[in-house]
């Protein structure tokens, strides 16, 4: 073989390397982008079904459906966001430095009461918190507050930046197809159309699906912290719900937190008669508002939309929480949509793929 030739390949090689190296390091850079981008498209398929019915339906100009929807989606998001208003404001009350000692003793008040209620029963479940010095840790609020107004900064342009991308992905749908047309041999043209067509009603479906799902419960939990007169139950039990969009640890981190909400809004009572069977009533009403999620809403909403089996949509959940942590456990059953739609358009004779994709039909 011809030394010029080995050298050739050896650059080759060499100069593909570096190009993907560089590609790596400019998608790491523009992680931000790439995150909006993701959001807009989710919210451009949510929004599919209302922008189809206010075109087809009632005839609208597709500038004004989009308008329409626009400013649908701008109120309800304002309208999320106001509703945390009250809570972030009593919360930052309860631990601003004028309430420092107040919060303080709030905090050691609730820890003795529960160690006297385990103490009766010959348990010390604090027994690794008693040399923990809650006074220093206070002390480190003033720089949480700080990077809570940062985290308030960046959120705001993102949300901004995310609501400007889906208006145009709302009123220009092509956007994306042009995108991948580019890139895409003429011969395979109209197979990817039709993927990228049945993608997006999946994924439609799938968004609004868990929507559904978490409507469910957000009623479940409202209805049990109204019940037993926990302070902010609308909003406690929308940010619970909010969690199980993450699956498996997002209804356990929800859990923990009303719990913790539960007891902390009930300071001023007494702990062994009071506070504890309150929040023995609201872990019960917990777990069966994630009995009826995991038996009832996710199985059916799920396999219909998606047109997955539930044992098959568990496992690519699981393995995508493996592989990629929680991003991979919130993005598997989209990305497994997404790749089943192109595996049966591009590959329908492949038996493995006969057999995963025949509910597709």
């Known amino acids: 073989m011809n030394s010029k030739i080995i050298s050739g390949g050896i650059l080759r090689a060499i100069a593909i390397l570096v190009t993907i ?52 989606f701008i109120v309800l998001t304002f309208g999320v966001i106001s509703m945390f208003i009250p809570l972030i404001v009593k919360q930052g ?15 050691k008040d609730l820890i003795n009461r529960i160690q006297i209620f385990f103490s009766t029963k010959k348990i010390n479940p604090f027994k690794e918190l008693e040399n923990i010095d809650i006074a220093s840790n206070i002390q480190s609020i003033p720089s949480l507050l700080n990077s809570l107004v940062g985290f308030i900064g960046s ?63 957000f009623t479940i939990y409202s ?22 969009i993450i699956p498996y640890i997002g209804p356990l981190i929800g859990g923990l937190l009303m719990l913790t909400l539960t007891m902390t809004s009930n300071l001023e009572y007494d702990f062994q008669n009071y506070v504890l069977p309150i929040t023995g009533y609201v872990l019960i009403g917990y777990i069966i508002a994630q009995l009826v999620d995991n038996f009832f809403s996710q199985p059916i909403i799920f396999s219909k939309s998606v047109k997955s089996h539930p044992l098959e949509i568990f496992l690519v959940i699981v393995i995508g929480g493996l592989l990629f942590s929680i991003i991979g456990l919130i993005l598997a059953v989209p ?12 590959l329908a004779d492949n038996p493995v793929v006969k057999t995963l994709t025949k509910q597709l039909d």
């Open 21 to 72: 190296a560089l590609a790596l390091m400019f998608l790491n850079k523009i992680q931000p982008v790439l995150i909006y981008l993701a959001i807009a498209s989710i919210l451009s398929l949510i929004a599919r079904p209302f922008l189809r019915f206010l075109k087809n339906k009632l005839k609208l100009p597709n500038t004004l459906s989009v308008v329409i929807t626009f400013a649908f």
């Open 93 to 107: 009350h309860n631990i601003s430095l004028l309430n420092t000692v107040e919060f303080q003793s709030d905090i």
């Open 155 to 217: 959120f705001s342009m993102g949300l901004f930046s995310v609501l400007f991308i889906t208006f145009f992905f709302m009123k220009d749908s092509n956007i994306l197809h042009s995108a991948f047309l580019a890139i895409t041999p003429d011969e395979k043209e109209e197979r990817l159309l039709k993927s990228i067509n049945k993608i997006k009603d999946l994924l439609s479906r799938y968004f609004i699906g868990l929507i559904i799902q978490l409507s469910i419960l």
């Open 223 to 244: 209805t049990i912290l109204l019940i037993v007169d926990v302070e902010s139950a609308v909003v406690i039990a929308f940010l619970c719900a909010l969690l199980n």
């Open 335 to 346: 990305c497994y949509t997404a790749i089943k739609v192109i595996l049966k358009e591009f």
